[in-house]
């Protein structure tokens, strides 16, 4: 696991995708996987798959760089091996999971770009499903009491998003340092985990923002979600 860290291979040629089918009871009526990189060595042909998006397309990635930064005296030299180990071992993975499950369906059409080029059977698996929102629960509120006291008053900005580098957490700091200067009572909250969750923190810490960033952690869909909606002003 640490090799296959510290080179920059996706965590699933050493990690989850070994250990997934162990834990499945033996009767199963159907399988569908929320990853498609979770297909890769496992997935059977009667299997179905989620595509959230690709990510290999993104000029580096963060979480790479943090490791050299961490351990610059080994890694330094194999910065180049570590990033061509992200985006190759990422495409690797996708075109291993279009070839063994049954269909996809995908976010956007990325995915479908990407299997033009490996097969014409590959891209007739995958179904363009685009994500929506439930105008009837995700709407504006009428004026009212705060459902968290911290809000009151202020002017808030939710990150419903997964707290990873690829969905831009770890600049959320910084823009917020530059808008407290002009909107000294702005608040962000953030909503949901990943794997860049520790270094926002020490980013708050080390500013000393702790009284404008509010970390929610992993909040219900249904129940929670559409009243953060509806406190935000961003």
């Given at each position: 696991r640490w090799?296959?860290q510290g080179i920059?291979?996706?965590?699933q040629?050493?990690g989850f995708?070994?250990?997934?089918?162990?834990?499945?009871?033996?009767k199963?009526?159907h399988?569908h996987?929320h990853y498609?990189h979770h297909?890769w060595?496992?997935?059977?042909?009667?299997?179905?798959?989620t595509?959230?998006g690709?990510?290999w397309?993104?000029?580096?990635?963060?979480?790479?760089?943090l490791?050299?930064?961490?351990?610059?005296?080994?890694l330094k030299?194999?910065?180049?091996l570590?990033y061509f180990?992200?985006t190759?071992?990422?495409?690797?993975?996708?075109?291993q999971?279009l070839?063994?499950?049954?269909?996809?369906a995908?976010?956007?059409?990325?995915?479908?770009?990407?299997?033009?080029?490996?097969s014409?059977e590959a891209e007739?698996?995958i179904?363009?499903?685009?994500?929506y929102?439930?105008?009837a629960?995700?709407?504006p509120a009428?004026?009212?009491?705060?459902?968290d006291?911290r809000?009151?008053?202020?002017?808030t900005i939710?990150?419903?998003?997964?707290?990873?580098?690829?969905?831009g957490?770890h600049?959320l700091?910084p823009?917020?340092?530059t808008?407290?200067?002009?909107?000294?009572d702005?608040?962000?909250?953030?909503?949901?985990?990943?794997n860049?969750?520790r270094?926002?923190r020490e980013?708050?810490?080390?500013?000393?923002?702790?009284k404008?960033v509010?970390?929610?952690?992993?909040?219900d869909?249904?129940r929670d979600?559409?009243?953060y909606?509806?406190?935000?002003?961003?």
């Amino acid at each position: 696991r640490w090799v296959g860290q510290g080179i920059g291979l996706p965590e699933q040629w050493w990690g989850f995708n070994r250990y997934w089918l162990k834990a499945l009871p033996k009767k199963t009526d159907h399988v569908h996987l929320h990853y498609l990189h979770h297909a890769w060595p496992s997935a059977t042909p009667d299997m179905t798959a989620t595509c959230h998006g690709i990510t290999w397309d993104i000029p580096y990635d963060e979480s790479v760089r943090l490791q050299i930064e961490r351990y610059p005296w080994l890694l330094k030299r194999l910065k180049p091996l570590m990033y061509f180990g992200y985006t190759q071992g990422e495409k690797w993975l996708a075109r291993q999971g279009l070839m063994k499950v049954r269909k996809v369906a995908s976010v956007d059409t990325a995915l479908s770009r990407f299997a033009k080029k490996i097969s014409p059977e590959a891209e007739r698996k995958i179904h363009f499903i685009p994500n929506y929102v439930d105008h009837a629960r995700f709407t504006p509120a009428e004026s009212g009491a705060p459902i968290d006291e911290r809000l009151k008053g202020r002017r808030t900005i939710l990150f419903p998003r997964m707290m990873s580098f690829n969905r831009g957490a770890h600049l959320l700091i910084p823009a917020m340092e530059t808008l407290i200067q002009k909107y000294p009572d702005a608040i962000l909250v953030t909503v949901g985990s990943g794997n860049a969750d520790r270094y926002v923190r020490e980013q708050v810490a080390r500013h000393n923002l702790e009284k404008n960033v509010v970390f929610l952690g992993h909040l219900d869909h249904d129940r929670d979600m559409p009243k953060y909606f509806q406190e935000a002003d961003v």
